[in-house]
Structure formats: structure tokens, C-alpha cells
């Protein structure tokens, strides 16, 4: 149990285009997301933390602007990478919490590669 | 969350265990010590999870010292499949709050 599904797995861009990353809960409710990002050799950073029904809360540092979450359901949240610049690309992770999984709580997504050309 | 070291890589000759110390002299009582590994290009999957007992499960064993100052994951017969960062991540059991890793350990598994 507890599998998240994230999509795509890479994706290439052009400069100022936009992006759009997907993350589902396919067999538990997901109360709570975390998008993170990793640059190469790099570890995770957390960019942001969003609530079912509720506005995002962003990292210092990390636009709101420019990199926008929805999650309108219990199941799906996204993170859109707008007018994307080659400084974006990066391995784009995302990480589901739901209610009744104490302890261990967090599943991954199995992480987007995007590269903006 | 308490602070985690851990050897920035090791390497482990394949069938043989791996050992993963990482050290957390600032746990406190109701921190968990939580083992997560990323395989290149992967997301981080949950290995293990204690208090202060040891534990295992179908992955690993996680042996936690009786100060609970240190640990060390253990894989009993390590794969080419291992070959992954491993990360030891110490918070409070429930928190809501986002995982927060840190550097973790290469771990690679040779033939």
C-alpha cells in the first residue's frame, strides 16, 4: 500500500514555456504534500508544504510565483514550473502524507527530471 | 529535528552486510531515528524506523544504542540492488512537518 504516483517522470522544456508536474495518492488519502527539489550530487530541498484545500506554504527563497501548487484534492497535487529558465532543471521530487499512517507517514514520488533547453 | 552524521560513503562487497552508522548525540526522548535510501534517479523509499529497541523488518535491521547517541542500519546481505544514498533522519514519532535529509551516505555495492 501507499503508492505515489508522480508524472512525468522527465520532461524537456524550452526557455519561458511552462511545466506542469503531477502527484497522486493512488490508495490513501494524502492530507499533506512536499515538494522538494535536487540538484545534482545534491540532497533534497524542501520548496514546499501544501494542505488539502489550502494555499501552499513556500521555503525562504523558493517563488511562489514561479513555482505554483495546486492541491485541490485529497489525491492530487501539482507543481507548475512557470516560464521555466535553465536554471530550473532539476530532479523535482514529490512526498505524500496521509492521515492514518503514523511513524513512517511519508511516501515518494519516484521524481521528475526536468531540463529546460 | 536532532542533528545526523553520517560517513559520506562506504562501500560493501556484494553478499556481505553493510553497516550504516550514523550518529544523533542530540536526540531526544521522543525522537525517532528513520532510515530512508534514495537509488539514483528514484524517489526515497522508507527502510526502518525506532525509539529506542532494536528493530527489522523485511529490509533491515536497526540497531539503536542503549544512550540512543548512535545507530546503525544494517543490511544482511547486501545486492548490487543497495547501491543507494542512505539517509538517517532523527524527529519527533508523528510529526506532520516535512522530512528534512541530509547528506546521507553512498553506500555502493561491488560485484
Known amino acids: 500500500g501507499a503508492v505515489v504516483s508522480q508524472h512525468p517522470s522527465r520532461v524537456i522544456c524550452k526557455s519561458g514555456t511552462s511545466v506542469k508536474i503531477e502527484c497522486r495518492s493512488l490508495?490513501?488519502?494524502?492530507?499533506?504534500m512536499f515538494w522538494y527539489r535536487q540538484f545534482p550530487k545534491k540532497s533534497l530541498m524542501l520548496m514546499a508544504t501544501?494542505?488539502?484545500?489550502?494555499?501552499?506554504?513556500?521555503e525562504q527563497g523558493v517563488e511562489k510565483d514561479k513555482f505554483l501548487i495546486n492541491h485541490a484534492s485529497l489525491t492530487l497535487s501539482t507543481l507548475t514550473v512557470t516560464s521555466a529558465h535553465p536554471e530550473d532543471s532539476s530532479f523535482y521530487i514529490c512526498?505524500?502524507?496521509?492521515?492514518?499512517?503514523?511513524?513512517?507517514?511519508?511516501?515518494f514520488g519516484s521524481g521528475t527530471r526536468l531540463t529546460v533547453v | 529535528d536532532a542533528k545526523t552524521t553520517q560517513p559520506p560513503s562506504m562501500d560493501c562487497a556484494e553478499g556481505r552486510a553493510a553497516n550504516l552508522p550514523c550518529n544523533h548525540s542530540?536526540?531526544?526522548?521522543?525522537?525517532?531515528v528513520y532510515w530512508y535510501r534514495q537509488i539514483h534517479s528514484q524517489g526515497p523509499q522508507y527502510i526502518i524506523h525506532?525509539?529506542?529497541n532494536n528493530e527489522t523488518n523485511e529490509m533491515a535491521s536497526l540497531i539503536i544504542t542503549e544512550d540512543r547517541k548512535s545507530s546503525t542500519l544494517i543490511l544482511p546481505h547486501a545486492t548490487l540492488r543497495d547501491t543507494a544514498v542512505y539517509y538517517c533522519?532523527?524527529?519527533?514519532?508523528?510529526?506532520?512537518?516535512?522530512?528534512?535529509f541530509g547528506s546521507g551516505t553512498q553506500l555502493t555495492v561491488l560485484p
Open positions: 533522519i532523527v524527529r519527533v514519532g508523528g510529526s506532520a512537518r516535512q522530512l528534512t
Open positions: 512526498s505524500a502524507r496521509g492521515r492514518a499512517r503514523p511513524g513512517v507517514g511519508y511516501t
Open positions: 525506532g525509539l529506542k
Open positions: 542530540t536526540i531526544s526522548g521522543n525522537e525517532y
Open positions: 490508495d490513501f488519502q494524502a492530507t499533506t
Open positions: 501544501s494542505n488539502e484545500g489550502s494555499k501552499a506554504t513556500y
